[in-house]
């Protein structure tokens, strides 16, 4: 992106804007009223000569791995480095770090203009505003061009058609969250503007779309103030028995996997199952208790999200959910409708009696173990009377026995994501079994953290190795959604 100006860099809001057509950078940009204090020049007046001597040149890369490939076109002749070099006292080339080596075309004009690459602090970097911008030009571009490819796709018999609808959506509702960022109540930060627009986005997405929306990069993008770099090691791990890598396929975040507890579950239960669903992401029709808890959930998040305080209001989400879910008016679903209301009077009850306060709701966690991404989210967070927190997960299952809590890493994951991304040193954690109206805390000899380490630790490592061997078992693949395509299901 090429900006040119006379004097100073007031101007250069609106320089940056109309320099996209001349840097060839496809997408109209998001004009601003602001009148430069200084001249700006054109390319072609710097190659005749009819231009006056400029004092700065500004070319950045705010998104530089989504404009990787973008070259700029300035006019035929004496190349734009060596142009820019010889008409303007100043050349500056930023480029947002982000672990990787700077876009070859401004490692290019940063040659020819004799320069050396800066650290700059965070107050020197471009405002957040022009980042957002750079991101939604973008990605609307990427949008656009990934349209004719998905339309073309509904037509044919494929496994994977509704993973490329989901991925389409999920980036229209990305340029929706960076619009929205845009037009945020003037003095508010991009965090807080961010955590209320998810929250939003996240109320009017399928369980697909979820997934794929929480597993986006572009969060962290914007509030660590870069672009996504792939990371290191990309194309240089190969599959496991010689077979062919699916290194591409891995949910990879920086040089490791990004994982969540329910990624540990489903790998640990079945190294197949868990490449099955996140690496070749096969569909599957969810069953109907998942939709039954799904829906479940929705309502308590709205209801806390929203303000409620009624059981009226609760009775009230819980038609909307109901039918936005699916779940009809049946036989069978009409009994899960009647415990779903039981239950839910049953939780406005414990919540108006109990003396702990809760503080937090969906509060999402993002830590690192390693070399390996921890991601999540806590259903709800209570402060208790002494002024400790406890971490509780709603479950619309039957209780898990004893035996299965000493194997469970859930909330012991969850206590080690409160110390480590929200600094919160201790906390008790909970399972909450809604339709029981039963909370199972869990015991202090249960949370370990050390264990949860080497679990993550583990499993991480055996999907960068792609060890993806079946586990078969009557118990395990009974329940599994994936036995008509596995060769070795039992049962």
């Not at 496809?26 to 009148?35: I, L, M, Q, T």
């Not at 640990?268 to 479940?296: D, N, W």
């Not at 308590?300 to 699916?326: D, Q």
Request: charged letters at 30%.
């Amino acid at each position: 992106l090429i900006a040119l100006a006379e004097t100073g860099q007031e101007g250069r809001e609106q320089i940056y804007g109309e320099s996209l057509q001349a840097a060839g950078i496809r997408g109209e940009p998001r004009r601003r009223e602001v009148e430069p204090a200084g001249g700006k020049v054109a390319l072609s007046s710097l190659r005749t000569g009819c231009g006056p001597r400029v004092e700065y040149a500004y070319l950045a890369s705010l998104c530089a791995e989504r404009l990787r490939g973008q070259r700029p076109s300035p006019p035929d002749g004496e190349p734009l480095g060596e142009l820019l070099a010889r008409s303007c006292r100043s050349v500056v080339v930023s480029c947002l770090a982000g672990g990787g080596d700077p876009p070859e075309e401004l490692e290019r004009l940063r040659l020819a203009a004799g320069g050396v690459w800066e650290q700059m602090s965070g107050d020197q970097a471009d405002d957040p505003e022009r980042m957002i911008e750079a991101a939604l030009r973008s990605m609307r571009q990427e949008l656009l061009d990934g349209v004719a490819s998905i339309g073309g796709r509904l037509g044919e018999l494929r496994l994977d058609t509704d993973i490329d609808v989901s991925h389409g959506v999920v980036r229209y509702l990305e340029l929706i969250k960076l619009a929205a960022l845009l037009e945020r109540a003037p003095g508010q930060s991009v965090a807080d503007a961010l955590a209320d627009v998810n929250s939003r986005l996240l109320a009017a997405v399928t369980p697909l779309q979820r997934e794929i929306l929480e597993s986006s990069t572009l969060d962290e993008e914007l509030l660590a103030g870069r672009a996504a770099q792939p990371h290191p090691g990309a194309g240089l791990i190969g599959g496991a028995g010689g077979e062919p890598s699916l290194e591409r396929f891995l949910p990879m975040r920086g040089e490791g996997v990004l994982l969540s507890a329910t990624d540990i579950d489903t790998y640990r239960a079945c190294p197949l199952r868990y490449k099955f669903a996140r690496v070749l992401r096969i569909p599957t029709e969810p069953t109907r208790s998942q939709r039954f808890g799904i829906a479940i959930h929705q309502v308590l998040e709205r209801y806390h999200a929203s303000g409620a305080r009624t059981v009226a209001e609760l009775m009230e989400l819980l038609e909307v959910s109901w039918r936005r879910s699916g779940l009809g008016h049946g036989e069978r679903e009409a009994a899960l409708h009647a415990k779903a209301t039981v239950a839910l009077r049953r939780y406005h009850e414990r919540l108006a009696e109990q003396e702990a306060q809760p503080v937090w709701f969906e509060r999402s966690f993002s830590f690192q173990l390693e070399r390996h991404q921890v991601r999540g989210r806590v259903d709800r967070v209570d402060r208790l009377p002494d002024g400790s927190h406890e971490l509780i997960d709603y479950k619309t299952g039957r209780p898990k026995s004893e035996q299965e809590l000493r194997r469970d890493i859930q909330l012991s994951l969850y206590a080690l994501a409160a110390r480590e991304s929200w600094q919160l040193q201790s906390s008790q954690q909970a399972y909450h079994y809604l339709l029981d109206d039963v909370k199972v805390p869990l015991r202090s000899d249960q949370a370990d953290p050390e264990r949860v380490r080497t679990a993550v630790i583990e499993v991480g490592e055996a999907i960068m190795q792609e060890r993806f061997e079946p586990t078969p078992s009557a118990a395990v693949c009974g329940m599994c959604d994936y036995r008509i395509v596995c060769p070795v299901a039992e049962g």
